[in-house]
Structure formats: C-alpha cells, structure tokens
C-alpha cells in the first residue's frame, strides 16, 4: 500500500518535516511492515508561465516548431525563449515551465541548449512529462484544469508535484490497511496522535426505486455471495472535465494511473475508505440489476475488451440483458462510463472473500478491487463509500446527487469473543495489565463487556481478522508494544535428537556424496510422457499447474534426475554422477474430496478420516543416474567409463549404511534396457531397481552411450533394515580363502545361491561374495557358472585349510541339493 503523506496528513496530525522514512518507522512499531519511499524525483525551478507570442518554423525534416516567448515572472528579465514542438496551445495560455537546473521524473534534467537554431532556456511540460498522467500529444495547459495561477507561481506546489509517500507491506489479515483509513489508523496507535475517521466526516445518501434483486443459488461453503449491495444515482456528469492535479498525483503516488474523472473518483475513494466501487452508465443499464450465480454457458466482454467464459460459481452483476460485471473484481464493457456519459449509477458492495478470491485466480484477473476483497472490507462503509464518490462527482463534475438508488442489507451483528482477562499474558509470556488489555481492545474499536475476569469482546466491522481470542492477544501484544516481550531462548528437552529415519537419511546421502556422487533437487513436477517411464500407475494431476506442459506429480526421480542430466551434458558437462532424494508421489487410498470443510470450523472426526484418506501416499525416494565416465583419462591410465558396477555398488552402499541384506533378482524392469536391469531385493520385498536406461528414453533425452540408473524406495528399506545394527567383532586370528565355482541354471539368481552357500557353511564362513558370472563356451545351453570368493576364520584358534574345505564342501552339498548345482572342472 502507497500512502501519500499529504493524504495521511488529512486523518491524522502528522509532525512538521514528517518523511516518509519517519512514518514507515512508526508503523513497524505496530507490525506494519516498511517497504519504500515515493516522491522527491521531481526538483525545481518549475513555476508557471505565460505564452507572449510564438513563431511556428518548418524544418527540413518535415516537422513544425515553434520558437515561444513565454514569460515566467512579473519583471523584464523574466521573458525566456523556449523551443517546443507541440501546437495544442494560443498566446495567452498559461502553462508549466521546467527551467535549467530542475529534474523531471527518471532523472531528466532540463538545460539551456541550443536546437533547432535558437538556444532553448527551458521546456515547456506536458503531463506526462510532469508525471501527471499518460497525455503527451501536447502540453499541459492550466486552463484545462480550471486554474489561473500568478506568473512565477511554484508549480510544484500548485499540482502537487512536491508530494511523496511511504510504501508499505500490508499482510494477508490486515486488509483493512489496504486503505488511508487503515493506515492512519494504525499511525495513531503507534503515535498516540488524534485520528479522524473520514467515514465521520460523510453524511450517507439513501436512494430509492432502482430494481435490485440479489440471490445466491449455489453459495460457496454455505455463506452467500453478498450481503450487501447499495447503489445511488448521480445525474448531469460532465465525464470529459479534468482530474484535479491534487487526485491526479494522489493516484499516482498510490499507484494508480489518471483515467477520467468518474473512474478516478471511484479508485480515489476506495484508496481512502478502502471499499471498492463501481461505476455504470445508467443510460446503458438494460432494466435493473440482479446479483446471481452464472448460468452454464454464459459469456461477458469485461472492461479490458477480453471475451471470458464463465463459470458456474462466478458471482455476477447483471442487467436484463445478461451480466455486465463480474463482482468483485472487473466490471463488463457494455456498461462503461465514457466521454458521452451523463448519468452513473454508483455501486458500493460486500462480497464472499473466497468467492471473489476464486473468480479472480479462475479468470486471472487481479485487481485493487478483489485484492481488498479477498482480505474482508468493511461491512458497515459501503454507504458511506458511495455517498462520498457522489460528492466528489458533485464537485468536481457538475453532477447532482439524485433520488434513485437502492440498498440491500442481509447482514448479522458479530458474535461477541470471550476471552479470560489473564489470556494475553499467559499465551505472550508478558504480564499484561488488565487496563493495557482493556485500552488495547477498545483502541482498536472493539466494543469490551467485562463479566468478573472474563471479557466479552466485540470487533469492529473493519476487522473481519478478529474471529478467536488468540486475535485478540495478538492485537493486545502489538499495541502494548512487542519490544516489551522479553526474548527467551528455548532449552531442548534432554535425550531428544535425530529419530532414526532422520539420522539414516543424513548417513546414505554423505556416504553416496563421499563415494563421488552430486546431490540435486528437481521440481517435482513432471509431463505425462515423462511419468509413464517407469510407472504404469495413474499419477496426480494438478488443479493448477505451475507449467501446464507438466501438469503432473512424480511418481519416480528419475524424470526429473534424466532430465538434469541431459541440461548438464548439453552445457557440456558430460561426466555426472547425481543423486536426489526426495519424496514421490502416489495416488491416495481414499476417495478424493472434492468439497473442503468450512474454514473457521473443526471438521468432524468422519471428515478428517475421509481428508487423511484422500492425502497421497508421499514415500521417501533416492534415485542416481551416471553418464560418462567414472574416473577421467590421466596419464598412464584410461577412463573408467561409469557404469552398472558404480550403480550397483551405490545401491550396496546404501544397504550398507541401513544394515540390509541387499539381494539383485534380475528381471525385466519398466524403463531399462530389459537384458540389463534388476529389483532390489530386501527380506522378500522389491524396495528399488538398479540397470541401464533404456535406449529409447536415453535417445529421447538426447543422452548418448550407456546410461546407468537406480532408485530406491527409502521409507520401505527403513521400514525392513534392523531396528540395531552391530559391528562385526574384530579377530586377531588368520584368515583361510577358498574359491568356488558352480554351474547352475542362468534363470538361478546368484543372490539365492548366495543365500544358501552362505548358510550351509556354518559359523567358520566369515564373509562371501560373487565374483564372476560367466556363460558362454565350455557350458550347456542355458547354463551359467558363479564363482564366489569365500574368506573363512574361526574366533579362538588358527584355522587350517582342511577345515576350511570341509566348510565350502557342506555348502556346495547343500547347493546341489537345493538347485542341483555342480562344481565346475
């Protein structure tokens, strides 16, 4: 919010020399926070002057101007020669002069220079380039705006060019700030400076005979659309007069750009009472107004010229011809004040926050209007809103307040809050008195009841934010003033840390990134192409998308770690080794609930049930992807191109870390190459799968050579790894190896024979692993042979190899038996 000081100054005393510095560091004290300061670019001397007499010179390149003597103060030295190419102006006009050593807005500096032939001794200003408004066909002429100042007058004075703002930050709960009103409220808590209300200083006008039916078939959560809807009439308008140059810059410092004098006056008043308006060319109403619900089909051309469909919980204004405004938040073409108007209607209303919020991100249409209205206006202004336009209308138009009107009222009084006296103190941690209580809740308009050591607390209307009594502490603390809580560091309960899955998480993604690998994060949204890589499932579509080419949620990391990859090579990184863990997203067990519950109140324990129930399932994922080569050439030494061994050695890393008993079953799996792929096994249960990417989605990647993949399901291998993991004992006694190799059928996964050689051998078996599967010559067709590695050693004595082979050989019995393995000669 852009609050114009000199605006401010009329509502509440503001201190000679006041900056917008000093206001905004005022307002932080109350929680309002301080963005920027406005104004001060324009710098004289700009005074104003008076054209003597010009002579108009064609130049050769086909342009027309005039070299003007034009005199800007009452002595004879004050006749200057200025070159100007605009022609909207007689001898005799008043206008703006900018003389050397002055600055226009950007930082334009005005000189003596020579052009066109003559030395130019200043400029004579347009509107635009005095930051007044967009007209720049020619320049500013005072006359039009109804002023006929003294030659010399200070024209930053007289148009209000001298003035600036303080921007602030207004927060979602505090939408009453989205006004001068709020604000010089609030300046007066933090300052203790009389505040006049402006709503005080507006006699309301009550018009009558205007058809007006308001219903509401389908109210969004049970609250009706609208609750109040005034309209008041004001006839004889001069729509093409001038804009004051005081509102002009007033609008201008808030942000808001000079249209007419009735849209103006509309955004003017909504910038100071903070209640949106509206204005229609009576003569272009069809009949009366009904606020209503769009029907199925419906269209409106809104002021922006767009054609938009509507839809069924979009809140209309309309005539008898249709609708011709979306309320809240744009009005409809047809209905447009322009220059040939003669009589508005005036339109001042309170809308459903959540239905005007709606309708504004449905037809992305954001405006100062819905902006307030989403936040809560005022429920009681909407008169006194409209009946202030009028007077301005009045004044500055030449228009007359008429009879006709009409005011619709479905509105309840505010429930009062209770609240126990000591609440405040005991939920800030400051002993708050009971009269700082009590003069924070009335200061802030709240009208307090005191029952004994409970009070019965009822909020202002501008303060729709004020619904429990912890708002009300709130409020209490911010008034009384936050510097007074004293700053407590909190102290950890003891024996408390990391839970288990955190400290696993943190120990798999060092050891991978200690072993070489990079950690990203990826968005996780995906395009329905992109989603099916490895995942036949049904993914979860977004309401609304960030990026409408991925509408969806990712069911697996590796999209989103291929597509990091191919955007690394690409910039010529091409030797990667990423990992990302992160969590997934899988279509929820429940049926999904279409309908949320009512905002201020407990949903039923039936209704969190059916929420927790359509929550998609979120397990935690860790996925790898490595492209190029694993170690680069040096000298003496080729590349070690990185492959299916580092992603499978990264997957034992991770069982590592968890205490896992790891086993690979190969298999064909969804999105790899369906010769070099397999699941990762633990206790039964497939938590992941480790190969190389299949050929089509690495080419369609635009990745080159053998890529090399894994995820794992995290939360599942937790879930399975053994709650206590111990270190294996340390043995001072030697060592005794043994080689074996068995030949057995190729559809035998190794982890199974694995398994069973490793059990059969007894507790003389101190590790086992597999290193070689061969298959090829010298073997029957659909055999393979493994050959393991197995390492032997007894706790309390040297263990000789005849015990040792005495191991191996119950374990490639017991091998035979269950698989009818055989050794290999």
Known sequence: MKVPLSWLGEFVELSPGTTPHDVMADLVRVGIEE??????EIQGPIVVGQVLEFVEEPQSNGKTIRWCQVKTGNGEADVRGIVCGARNFEVGDKVVVTLP????????QISARKTYGHVSDGMIASARELGLGDD????LRLVTLGLDPELGTDALELLGLNESAAEVNVTPDRGYCFSIRGIAREYSHATGKPFTDPVSLVEPKAGAGFSLSVTDSAPIHG??????FVLLAVEGIDATAPTPSWMATRLKLAGMRSISIAVDITNYVMLELGQPLHAYDLDKLDGGITVRRAQSGEKIVTLDDKERQLDAEDLLICDDSGPIGIAGVMGGARTEVSDSTTRVLLEAAIFDPISIARSARRHKLPSEASKRYERGVDSQ???FAAARAAQLLQELAGGTIGTLGSDWSEQSDRAAIEMPLDFPSQLVGFEFSKQQ?????ELIGCSVEAEGEVLKVTPPTWRPDLNHKTDLAEEVARLVGYEHIPSTIPVAPPGRGLTRTQKLRRNVLSTLTGAGFVEVLNYPFLSNEQNVWFSSDKAILLENPLQGEFPELRQDLLPGLIQAAARNVSRGHVDLALIEEGSVFRSAPGAPVLTLPIGNQRPSPADLEKLDASIPRQPRHLAGVLVGDWTPQAPGSKPVPAGLSQAIAATQLVAGVTGAQLELHQTEVQGLHPG???QLVVSGEVVGFVGELHPEIAEQSHLSGRVSVFEVDLTRLFDLAPEITTASELSV????TQDLSLVVSTDLPAAQLQRVLSEAAGELLESIRLVDDYRGAGLEEGKKSLTFALVFRAKDRTLTQAEATAAKEQAVSAAAEKFGAELRA
């Open 733 to 736: 006694m030697p060592v005794a």
């Open 136 to 139: 720049h066909d020619g320049i």
């Open 381 to 383: 202004v909407s008169a």
């Open 35 to 40: 963005e920027a300061a406005i104004g001060g």
């Open 223 to 228: 609250t009706p659309g609208c609750n109040r």
């Open 101 to 108: 050593g002055s600055t226009l807005p950007g930082g334009f």
């Open 676 to 678: 070099r792929s397999a």
């Open 437 to 441: 209580v009590l003069d924070s809740l």
